[in-house]
Each structure stands twice: as C-alpha cells, then as structure tokens.
C-alpha cells in the first residue's frame, strides 16, 4: 500500500475526491490517499507543500505558479477545474459600500500572504484602474475571521468564492456588491518534486481515478442534492453552481501558463517568470 497526503479547500469542487475516497477507488489500487480540509486555503497550501506536509495539492492556479516561481520545490501536474473561479466581493450587510467604486482604497480581508483572497483583490484593483500599490491587507486566515473583521471595522470588504459564501449573504451577514472572475482555469492538481520523482505510476493511478470521476460527476443521479446537504447550499444555488462549473483532465498549456504569468508579472505579484519545464510536469 503506498502512503500519500492530499490537501485542499472544504468547498463543493472538491468532492469529486471525497466521493473516490469513500467507494475505496484509490484502495484498490494499492493507494492509500489521506484527505486534509485546509479552510485558510492557498497560501496555507503552498506551505505544506514546501514543509512537506502534503505531498498534493488542489490548489487556486494563480497561487501555486506564484510560489513555484518563489522556489516552492512542486510541480502542477494537471488542471482540475477548467472555469473561472467566480470570486463575490463581500461587504459586511450593514456598511455604507453599495458600489465596487466604494470600496477603492478601502481594506481587504485576506486569508493570508500570497493567498487567492490577495492576488484576486490584486486582479480586481487592476480591473478597476485602481492604484495597487495603495492595497491595505488585513489577515484573517478564515471566512469566519473575515466575517469578524469586516463586522468590526478592521477590514472593509472580502473576496471569497461566491457559492460558498453564499449562505452569509442568504443570512444577512454580507453584502455581494459584484464578482470577480479568474482569468483562467481556477483550480489545479500539484505535486511535490520529490513524490513526482519517487511515486510517478501512483501519482499516474491517481489522475486516472479523480479523471474517471470528475468526467462523469455531472451525472452521478442526485448530485445536487447530495451537494446541497454536504455543503449547506441552496439547491438552486448548487444547480447554477455546477452549470458554471467545468473540471478538467488535461494538463495547463504553455499558452494558459504565459498568460497568468504575465498578468502576475503586471500586477508585480513575482518579480520574474519560471519557465514551463519548472512550473509543470512534462
């Protein structure tokens, strides 16, 4: 039986591996595939990948190729999810924000340093012709620390995954004042250098099975509903989800990777560009 640790968001794109995990898909192939929920999210991702904590990681695409670029000892060996991730820009309910124009220079709630949550508040800025070098940060390394922040007046809006944040607008807590879509695929699969070079048929074994999966997910009978229940969403907000919502079995193209380089090189999130041999698995 070979050992191996997997990592990511407790969010809906991921059940796709819980549901293989559960039916003993990877088991019977002699794989033993420990799953860990990491709320705080990318960057808290990046680091146990660099700290040897994972050995693979469903991760935000923007955010690992910034830390590959920074020496993180990984590689992504295919794209998992294919759509945009569709960030909400959230507002504590009972603020005065009511535009996106509102909140220009205002503070964002992030989960932590070089997470999805800051390099999207990047993009957004970017989108806005908004001053980045005037972005204020504030960490809360949870939803529930940005719901903390922003109620107290320490930050003054969020961004986090519309669907999952979703339940707090329903309740009152947030405000979704708009949304901000990736420029590109939003999740990917990396893997450690040396787990890559140790295990590659396991490594292969695995893409094969969440592959079979995740090509077939849409129409596993009553998947909405088993969504909803897991996830505490709305049924109809998990059937616009999953209308949006595309996974992938291939892997990043030079072409995808030079784009989101070069949008990150713009926004001076890194400094200088990895080449495709460094960043992807060939």
């Given at each position: 039986?070979?050992?191996?640790?997997?990592?990511?968001?407790?969010?809906h794109?991921?059940?796709?591996?819980?549901?293989?995990?559960?039916?003993?898909?990877?088991?019977?192939?002699?794989i033993?595939?420990?799953?860990?929920?990491?709320?705080?999210?990318?960057?808290k991702l990046?680091?146990?990948?660099?700290?040897?904590?994972?050995?693979?990681?469903?991760i935000?695409?923007?955010g690992?190729?910034?830390?590959?670029?920074?020496?993180?000892p990984?590689?992504?060996?295919?794209?998992?999810?294919?759509?945009?991730?569709?960030?909400?820009i959230?507002?504590?309910?009972?603020?005065?924000?009511?535009?996106?124009?509102?909140l220009?220079?205002?503070?964002?709630?992030?989960?932590?340093?070089?997470?999805?949550?800051?390099?999207?508040?990047?993009?957004?800025?970017?989108?806005?012709?908004?001053?980045?070098?005037?972005?204020?940060?504030?960490?809360?390394?949870?939803?529930?620390?940005?719901?903390?922040?922003?109620?107290?007046?320490?930050?003054?809006?969020?961004?986090?995954?519309?669907?999952?944040?979703?339940?707090?607008?329903?309740?009152?807590?947030?405000?979704?004042?708009?949304?901000?879509?990736?420029?590109?695929?939003?999740?990917?699969?990396?893997?450690?250098?040396?787990?890559?070079?140790?295990?590659?048929?396991?490594?292969?074994?695995?893409?094969?099975?969440?592959?079979?999966?995740?090509?077939?997910?849409?129409?596993?009978?009553?998947?909405?509903?088993?969504?909803?229940?897991?996830?505490h969403?709305?049924?109809?907000?998990?059937?616009?989800?999953?209308?949006?919502?595309?996974?992938?079995?291939?892997?990043?193209?030079?072409?995808?990777?030079?784009?989101?380089?070069?949008?990150?090189?713009?926004?001076?999130?890194?400094?200088?560009?990895?080449?495709?041999?460094?960043?992807?698995?060939?």
């Open positions: 039986m070979k050992h191996l640790k997997i990592a990511g968001v407790p969010e794109f991921n059940l796709p591996w819980h549901l293989c995990i559960e039916n003993n898909e990877f088991e019977a192939e002699g033993d595939l420990q799953w860990t929920d990491v709320p705080e999210g990318t960057g990046c680091q146990m990948l660099r700290n040897k904590e994972t050995d693979i990681a469903v935000l695409t923007e690992i190729i910034k830390d590959i670029v920074a020496g993180n990984s590689k992504i060996v295919q794209v998992y999810v294919q759509s945009p991730l569709i960030w909400g959230h507002v504590d309910a009972k603020s005065n924000y009511q535009t996106l124009s509102d220009k220079d205002k503070k964002v709630a992030i989960s932590r340093i070089g997470s999805g949550s800051q390099l999207m508040a990047y993009v957004n800025a970017h989108n806005q012709n908004w001053k980045t070098d005037n972005l204020q940060f504030e960490i809360v390394n949870t939803i529930d620390g940005a719901v903390e922040a922003l109620s107290n007046g320490k930050a003054d809006y969020f961004m986090w995954e519309r669907f999952m944040t979703k339940p707090l607008v329903d309740k009152g807590v947030f405000r979704r004042i708009d949304d901000c879509p990736t420029p590109w695929p939003c999740f990917v699969i990396a893997v450690r250098n040396e787990v890559l070079e140790n295990h590659p048929e396991t490594i292969g074994k695995i893409l094969e099975i969440i592959n079979t999966t995740t090509s077939e997910f849409k129409g596993i009978p009553s998947i909405d509903k088993t969504l909803s229940e897991r996830y969403q709305k049924q109809e907000d998990i059937l616009e989800w999953l209308s949006l919502t595309q996974w992938s079995q291939k892997q990043l193209s030079e072409q995808m990777l030079n784009k989101v380089q070069n949008q990150l090189l713009e926004l001076a999130i890194i400094d200088k560009k990895g080449t495709f041999a460094e960043i992807v698995h060939g």
